[in-house]
């Protein structure tokens, strides 16, 4: 029996515990594995191991469940508490946004008109124009992003023994 | 209730829509934030998280913390759950990707490529301090030598000998999770065995 034979034994033997083998790879395999002491070895030393793995008990903390469902209860109550104003907070950038839509035409006009009256150049309205529509998103934005950090800065956490 | 009817097909077909309705009862129960739910998912889930973050982490401080926060993230991101694939599957995910992240905050790139023994040297997570950690994990003396063996597999390997041969995921299901192609999983589990096999061995002359 050349090396080449034994390497192959050895994969279907990891294969048959990782995904299974076919019938006839089995047959091939205990037929190699009845005249090759050494890979019947193999064979019987990845079974111990995948015994020893399987029946190894890892005792959990004592607590652990109903602490963690403290936490999470914690969390929840928090999370209820700032949603309500984080809905709200959407749903004005919704109607702020729909108005400014609606009304554009309107405060172009208006602006337009200022402009006329006070005879300022057209590009001085325009930018006015501009900002008019850019700033509230820009606060809201603000807004959101000061949300976020502060919420990110509250679940930040480190782990024991860092 | 599951109804037992003669055909086999059938009874699958009924278990698995059975399955299907369970998911889909739990993925509504997170997105409403069900205390109640969240609670006996604890529970039942306690053993096999806290056993997989130990795998993944090799310390049962770090675990427990893990632990923790995995189930905030269920409660906060409990909507992303559609209820298609296994819970326990989404679970882990979550739990893996803390352990990344954190790992990350640590100036480290990604835990594949520090736990791939082919890339490099194998993720050590033990703390400096804790002087042998996955020893503090098991009690049992006749447990001590496995528990020394699997400390010398880099952490990529004890992570799918966990999920394949303890937690019983298909292959697919493991490659979803890691985020990983199925070669890969499959790759990692020959040499995640042939590594156990070898450790026992060592341990055991």
Redesign the interface.
């Given at each position: 029996m050349n090396g080449k034979v034994h390497a192959l034994a050895k994969?279907i033997i990891?294969?048959e515990?990782?995904?299974g083998i076919s019938r006839e790879e089995r047959e091939w395999l205990g037929e190699h594995l009845r005249e090759c002491a050494s890979c019947a070895k193999?064979a019987q030393?990845?079974d111990?191991?995948?015994r020893?793995?399987?029946g190894?008990?890892?005792?959990?903390?004592r607590g652990?469940?109903a602490?963690?469902?403290f936490?999470?209860?914690l969390?929840?109550q928090e999370?209820r508490e700032t949603e309500p104003r984080r809905r709200l907070l959407w749903l004005t950038c919704a109607m702020s946004w729909a108005l400014g839509v609606a009304s554009a035409p309107y405060v172009w006009k208006a602006f337009e008109w200022l402009g006329q009256i006070t005879g300022a150049p057209k590009i001085v309205w325009q930018i006015g124009f501009g900002l008019w529509w850019t700033i509230p998103a820009l606060v809201a934005a603000a807004i959101m992003l000061l949300e976020n950090a502060k919420q990110t800065a509250e679940?930040d956490?480190t782990?024991?023994?860092? | 209730m599951l109804r037992i009817v003669p055909s086999g097909s059938a009874l699958t077909l009924q278990f698995s829509s059975l399955m299907a309705d369970d998911r889909k009862a739990l993925a509504q129960g997170l997105r409403r934030?069900d205390?109640e739910l969240?609670?006996r998912l604890?529970?039942q889930y306690?053993?096999r998280l806290?056993?997989y973050l130990?795998y993944l982490t090799a310390?049962?401080?770090?675990a427990?913390?893990?632990?923790?926060?995995t189930?905030?993230r269920?409660?906060?991101r409990g909507h992303q759950y559609d209820g298609k694939s296994k819970f326990e599957a989404w679970l882990f995910a979550i739990a893996r990707h803390l352990v990344i992240d954190?790992q990350r905050q640590k100036k480290v790139q990604s835990l594949d490529q520090l736990t791939d023994p082919e890339q490099g040297a194998p993720l050590q997570l033990a703390?400096e301090?804790?002087p042998s950690p996955l020893k503090m994990?098991?009690?049992?003396e006749e447990?001590a030598?496995?528990?020394a063996?699997?400390e010398r597999i880099p952490a990529i390997y004890r992570e799918v000998?966990v999920l394949?041969?303890?937690e019983e995921l298909q292959?697919e299901e493991m490659a979803t999770l890691l985020d990983t192609p199925v070669s890969t999983v499959?790759s990692r589990?020959?040499r995640g065995?042939?590594a156990?096999?070898q450790a026992?061995?060592g341990g055991a002359a």
């Open positions: 994969r990891v294969q515990r990782v995904e193999l030393e990845t111990e191991a995948l020893s793995l399987r190894m008990a890892i005792p959990l903390p652990l469940a602490q963690t469902q936490r999470v209860r969390r929840a999370l679940s956490w782990p024991q023994g860092k | 934030r205390p969240l609670d604890i529970e306690q053993y806290f056993r130990v310390s049962r401080d770090r427990e913390d893990f632990f923790q926060e189930w905030i269920v409660l906060e954190w703390a301090n804790e994990v098991l009690s049992h447990e030598g496995v528990h063996s699997l000998l394949r041969f303890q292959i499959k589990l020959y065995l042939e156990v096999r026992m061995q």
